[in-house]
């Protein structure tokens, strides 16, 4: 078991959501929240805009429709990158699951596919046209509203536990035993920690005290949390402390990559010959008696992505997907997981906010990129001619353009930042499984292999051959080259698009009409007019009130008729 500072999971189960969310009813309210600009305790009112500006950078240069708007796949991939820069992997985002691997976002036996799917469809029905930047931003608060109440149910469940009142001033030795118990819940055993009596929640506690890897680290961080958000105050109730979760959810993410940065060191100390990839026998070596516990199946490496089997006889895990794959994840909750980030979305953003275009040529991303540094490549550098020409070579497929968002422009970049760029696998091909999701799905009792499985691997390869900082001075040669495919997957074809055609006023009717028969009694009724208002800022008619010549109403129809339904 690799230990990411918490180190365990949580075992997913489709009931235990859909308590804590309500199914679609609540999805319903609490997007119909957002647009009405109405959030959860302590949220700002500003949150939309906040959304609007981070997502703007990478809205604009993903490919659109006509009318500036994005399809269904591309929605998924600026919202995984969007919350996996802060190292939430929101389940049903990820490449390899829903469209990517035709399940359907209402599929019964796939949950972590019907949130965001759901969302998402909801807001595809709102005129069929795509989703604009300001539904993108109102799906992002949504589903980031979503995980900030779980958070707080994990707070609430804490007091409960220590039966301790809403009300309650808390002093810091009780503050700190709240947020303790609060980060326990995390853990493996966090739905099942036994809740009956105080005594019995302490028990566990001593117990987490003295298993959990870099549980003092975790203590000062939340400790440091907790005076970055009230650096002044002595005593602490439920609301207050509900801003210091909220916190230590948001930013967990950057707090683990301490641990991640030592998992990834740990591989690269034993990377072979072949540039970010680890033999197959040298990682169950390492597993077997190191600290991390390298000793996933194979078919379960594989599944994840992580196994490069470009050559049967000696099989090699791949450092930037193995590092970044469900086993090495918290599982903070059914709805997203808490994984060490992609460390080639730094390396993207960079590359996007200088081109500033979906496509680009060739030559302007080679000098973009010789000049890009990471902890493992020093810049600037000369790219290879093996870089250079397939480079072009995906340019020549592409009317001289290369697009930045298909599949074999990640697989350059894999090649270019082998140690950081994750190889990208055909879609459909892999799944960002938990073990226990692939326990079930496969079969098999464990994910892990037997002693037996790891001995046979480790004795099947006896030639010595240079590993770490020995074996990257043979990168180069020729004969260690990495795989490459000629398989490319766009997010969108190009030249499909002119991101000129307006919106029009048929798309607001349609989102009126549409909300009108999904909203709640009490949202409505309380914000109809404001909704209405929203709605039109929101597709683009600030200021103004537009009217009609094709027989719909007129914007003070709407707003009659939006007081009367209420």
């Known amino acids: 078991m690799i230990f990411i500072v918490l180190s365990l999971v949580v075992p997913t189960t489709a009931t235990s959501f859909l308590q804590q969310v309500d199914t679609q009813a609540e999805v319903e309210a609490s997007l119909m929240a957002e647009f009405a600009g109405t959030f959860r305790p302590g949220a700002k009112q500003d949150n939309i805009l906040q959304h609007e500006a981070a997502l703007r950078p990478m809205y604009s240069v993903v490919p659109q429709e006509a009318d500036g708007t994005l399809q269904h796949t591309v929605v998924r991939y600026v919202l995984h990158r969007f919350f996996a820069q802060r190292g939430w992997f929101i ?15 209402n599929h019964p036996q796939g949950l972590q596919e019907w949130v965001p799917t759901f969302l998402q469809n909801f807001l595809d029905k709102i005129g ?18 979503l995980v900030h109440k779980e958070t707080l149910g994990r707070l609430e469940k804490a007091f409960h536990a220590l039966e301790l009142h809403h009300s309650a001033e808390l002093n810091q030795e009780q503050i700190q035993e709240v947020l303790e118990v609060f980060m326990m819940l995390y853990q493996e055993d966090g ?102 516990g390298f000793s996933e199946k194979v078919d379960y490496l594989r599944v994840l992505g992580a196994l490069d089997e470009t050559d049967p006889n000696q099989l090699h ?3 930037p997907n193995y590092v970044s794959s469900r086993p090495n994840c918290l599982a903070a909750s059914e709805l997203y997981a808490i994984c060490c980030s992609n460390e080639c979305e730094d390396l993207m953003t960079k590359l996007e906010s200088s081109i500033a275009a979906e496509t680009a040529l060739p030559g302007q991303i080679i000098h973009l ?64 499984q938990t073990p226990d999701e692939w326990m079930q799905a496969s079969g098999h009792a464990t994910s892990k292999a037997t002693e037996e499985e790891m001995n046979a691997h480790v004795g099947r390869d006896t030639e010595a051959k240079p590993k770490g900082a020995e074996a990257r001075e ?93």
């Open 191 to 292: 739905p099942n920690l036994d809740t009956s009596s105080p005594a019995a929640v302490r028990k566990e506690h001593i117990w987490f005290t003295q298993n959990v890897e870099d549980w003092t680290g975790v203590q000062k961080w939340m400790l440091g949390v907790q005076q970055k958000v009230h650096p002044t105050k002595a005593t602490l109730d439920f609301n207050a402390l509900s801003a210091v979760a909220e916190e230590i959810g948001a930013t967990y993410g950057t707090y683990n990559k301490k641990t991640c940065g030592t998992l990834k060191a740990a591989l690269l100390n034993i990377e072979s010959q072949k540039a970010g990839r680890v033999r197959l026998s040298d990682f169950y070596e390492v597993g077997r008696t190191g600290t991390f």
């Open 91 to 105: 389940r049903g985002l990820e490449p390899g699951t829903g469209a990517q691997s035709g399940i359907s976002g």
């Open 369 to 432: 990129v010789s000049d890009l540094s990471t902890e493992t490549v020093v810049a600037p550098r000369k790219l290879s001619p093996t870089l250079v020409r397939r480079l072009e070579s995906i340019a020549q497929s592409n009317s001289g353009q290369v697009p930045l968002h298909g599949r074999l422009f990640a697989q350059w970049m894999h090649h270019a930042f082998p140690r950081e760029c994750p190889f990208p696998h055909q879609g459909g091909s892999t799944n960002p």
């Open 474 to 566: 043979h990168h180069h040669l020729e004969q260690h080259d990495l795989q490459w495919s000629e398989s490319e997957e766009l997010l969108l074809p190009l030249g499909g698009s002119t991101r000129s055609k307006p919106r029009s006023f048929l798309h607001t009717f349609a989102v009126f009409v549409v909300l009108c028969s999904m909203a709640s009694g009490v949202v409505w009724a309380s914000k109809s007019p404001v909704l209405l208002d929203s709605l039109l800022h929101g597709l683009g008619f600030d200021g103004k009130k537009p009217s009609l010549n094709m027989g719909l109403p007129m914007y003070d129809d709407l707003a009659n008729h939006a007081g009367k339904m209420a």
């Open 317 to 319: 895990v791949i450092v």
């Open 128 to 145: 069929g046209r795509g989703i604009g930047l300001r539904e993108l931003a109102i799906l992002a608060a949504t589903l980031e509203d």
